[in-house]
């Protein structure tokens, strides 16, 4: 069910795709696994584009505080869509029998490993056009050609611990759970900017 190639494939597709032919908003609820990978890079990417909004020059208060709340929900959505990864690789589990409960502890989970892969591929795509730059300035290339380098070792040695992780739970010597990541600042109940302006709202 996981592969580490595979993703990072499905990673480089939609990356190059996405930015031959913009995303049409979100993705519908996603159903099976590809579908899930695809949402949950999907989110990745969104929120890439929407950080390099958040720092055109000159942007005014008003652009920046749309931005914010942008990068807020995207942000939540990415945090729920490794989750549903993680939930639905342990379903899968489930059905053999595993993971093994006695086995050892991992503690990032294949979900926050997939979520890692997906902005390299990001980091990758993005360096790479900088050193393909034909307008760049003296040693711009070569700088992004060593950062390129950097970035693909670091995600090959990523896949390798991902496909290592997976092929352990199913021996039944390595166990992950799901860490929520339980964010405070968009719920109204847990953020103070939040509930105290509208408890002063409320008694004014």
């Known amino acids: 069910m996981l592969s580490a190639n595979a993703i990072i494939d499905l990673h480089d597709q939609r990356t190059l795709a996405w930015h031959q032919e913009p995303r049409d908003g979100e993705e519908k609820e996603p159903g099976d696994w590809i579908a899930l990978l695809a949402a949950q890079h999907g989110a990745n ?18 652009k920046l505080a749309n931005v914010k709340r942008r990068i807020d929900r995207t942000n939540q959505r990415r945090n729920d869509l490794v989750e549903e990864l993680d939930r639905a690789l342990l379903d899968w589990l489930a059905t ?6 006695a086995a050892t502890l991992q503690s990032e989970s294949p979900g926050l490993i ?6 390299l591929s990001l980091k990758i795509y993005h360096t790479r056009q900088e050193a393909d730059r034909a307008d760049a300035p003296e040693g711009h290339s070569e700088r992004n ?11 090959a040695d990523l896949a390798c ?19 929520r990541q339980l964010k405070m600042y968009n719920d109204p109940s847990l953020n103070p900017a939040i509930y105290r302006k509208q408890s002063r709202e409320s008694s004014a």
């Open 96 to 101: 053999q029998g595993l993971p093994n409960p």
């Open 114 to 119: 997939i979520d890692r892969l997906s902005i």
């Open 45 to 62: 990417f969104d929120l890439w584009h929407i950080e390099d909004e958040a720092r055109t020059p000159g942007a005014s208060d008003t």
């Open 145 to 155: 050609r060593e950062r390129l380098g950097i970035l693909e070792e670091q995600r």
């Open 161 to 179: 611990c991902l496909d290592a992780l997976w092929r352990e739970t199913l021996a039944g010597s390595r166990r992950f759970k799901i860490y």
